[in-house]
């Protein structure tokens, strides 16, 4: 999979021309089952922020973001997944919640949800939103793949560092949205103060055992995936 | 274009650049668990801290040199005047070296007269930054001479591999980065002004450097704009003036070909 932070989906500059041929030719090149980026902006007039911007939920965001969205999928010839956010910001104008902004650009734009558990619970703590009630707002069958991952805490907010073992909710979180969902492809994120090889290893064993468990299936390992003649 | 989502995000952009923090922030929501301000903060902090943490990691030499205080106050003040053009992080220190050897800013003006070194240094390890990830090219090598019929030699193409840079320094501050990296005391209180110019380049995963007699650096300057053999030993036939430009530039050829600096050049 191609899992990028740059498309800048939800900027008001124009979508970068160049980043997006170079993308198209990595995609034309690897071929990858999945390609992915943020729910979000990080440039304005050419100034690059290099973080990962909050949008605000509204009609016009979701009209602006879909058009945007099916322009690049045009431009590489194939659908594309958002993955939703943390956020440390609300807007005062904000009028929906973050299940139906995601579902309602996804549902727009017919790309596919990329879906970060673990943002669904920053946001959660940080802003109060019902990270259950935002899964049930999806549609089950454009969600592609879920994210997990660990937060630091800054202050009374929690930050999305990718440098902390998956919290236990965020466990019990992963377990109700398969119950919904059923088995989805899950990646476990570390960016930073990475633990010893085990403790990776025994993360992505618990992600298997939930995944077995919950949906009944034996779940495929990296490298057994059939190849088509 | 929605033009309300235009404005809120040029107004986000600009709190998220300016070096004060913002006196209101109309339009973001605060609660019991933080303030609007507090909740900006944090990304306001990342903003800084993000890019000015990846140019230490571009300059490490320099970094380690001016120590942390003075690098970051450096860096905030470049990064003010020069803020990131490109998606990628990698190229968000591309302006440092100038910023620091013209800029009027009290961070750059001050540090030409404490550390005037600092821009060469600076030069310098964006060279070796930009030599190592450039593309990968076939190289010209002694097999691909040696099979050159004799009356083809004037017309053969040279090219310098992509991201090779020649370098006019006033200081000699590879020692300095070669400190660094070997774990070495930097040993600044003793650098002295020395000129020289200094050719760098990647040769498969190493980054490698040198310096060069003038003469030579004439014919690697033009190298680097593609030439042909026959050229090139007009140009050092000019350059040392006598007789003996062919054989200059036949054996700077060899040494380039060693080296791996030489592409093939099929135009």
Redesign the interface.
């Given at each position: 999979m191609l899992h990028g932070v740059s498309l800048d989906l939800g900027a008001s500059d124009p979508l970068d021309a160049k980043y997006l041929g170079e993308l198209a030719a990595l995609a034309g090149r690897f071929q990858p089952a999945w390609l992915s980026d943020h729910l979000c902006w990080t440039a304005h007039r050419g100034a690059h922020l290099h973080d990962l911007l909050p949008l605000p939920h509204t009609e016009e965001a979701v009209r602006h973001v879909a058009a945007r969205i099916r322009e690049v999928q045009e431009r590489l010839g194939r659908r594309i997944a958002i993955e939703n956010v943390s956020s440390y910001v609300r807007f005062t104008h904000d009028a929906m919640s973050e299940g139906e902004f995601l579902d309602a650009i996804s549902a727009e734009a017919d790309c596919g949800i990329l879906l970060d558990l673990n943002n669904l619970f920053v946001n959660a703590h940080n802003h109060g939103i019902d990270a259950d009630a935002a899964i049930a707002a999806l549609d089950p069958a454009r969600v592609f793949q879920i994210h997990l991952a660990g937060p630091s805490e800054a202050g009374a907010l929690l930050i999305d560092t990718h440098d902390y073992p998956v919290r236990d909710e965020v466990w019990a979180l992963f377990e109700r949205t398969l119950a919904r969902l059923g088995p989805v492809s899950t990646l476990i994120e570390w960016d930073d103060r990475i633990p010893p090889w085990e403790r990776v290893v025994a993360e992505a064993a618990r992600a298997r055992e939930i995944l077995e468990r919950v949906c009944g299936a034996e779940v495929r390992r990296p490298g057994t995936a059939e190849v088509a003649a | 274009?929605?033009e309300?989502?235009?404005r809120?995000?040029?107004a986000?952009?600009g709190w998220?650049?300016a070096r004060e923090d913002p006196a209101a922030t109309p339009?973001?929501?605060g609660?019991a668990?933080?303030s609007?301000a507090?909740?900006?903060g944090?990304?306001r902090n990342?903003?800084s801290a993000?890019?000015i943490s990846a140019l230490g990691d571009d300059f490490p030499a320099l970094k380690r040199a001016l120590g942390d205080a003075c690098f970051t106050a450096l860096a905030a003040a470049y990064l003010h005047a020069n803020?990131?053009?490109?998606?990628?992080?990698r190229y968000?220190g591309a302006r440092l070296p100038a910023f620091i050897a013209e800029h009027a800013a009290p961070a750059a003006a001050e540090l030409r007269l404490s550390a005037p070194w600092a821009a060469d240094l600076a030069r310098f390890e964006l060279a070796v930054t930009d030599a190592f990830d450039a593309v990968d090219s076939k190289l010209l090598t002694r097999a691909d001479l040696t099979a050159l019929p004799p009356e083809l030699w004037d017309q053969l193409a040279l090219a310098v591999v992509p991201g090779a840079q020649l370098l006019t320094l006033a200081w000699p501050v590879r020692a300095v980065r070669a400190a660094h990296d070997a774990e070495q005391p930097l040993a600044l209180a003793t650098l002295a002004a020395a000129a020289e110019c200094v050719f760098v380049w990647r040769r498969e995963e190493r980054v490698m450097h040198r310096a060069l007699e003038a003469s030579e650096a004439t014919l690697l300057a033009r190298a680097q704009h593609g030439v042909r053999f026959g050229e090139l030993c007009a140009l050092a036939a000019e350059e040392r003036a006598d007789e003996a430009g062919a054989a200059f530039a036949a054996s700077v050829l060899g040494r380039w070909v060693e080296d791996g600096v030489l592409v093939a050049d099929d135009r």
């Open positions: - | 274009m929605s309300p989502l235009t809120a995000q040029g986000f952009a998220l650049m339009g973001l929501f609660d668990r933080a609007a507090e909740r900006l944090v990304y990342a903003y993000r890019i803020p990131s053009q490109h998606p990628s992080l968000a």
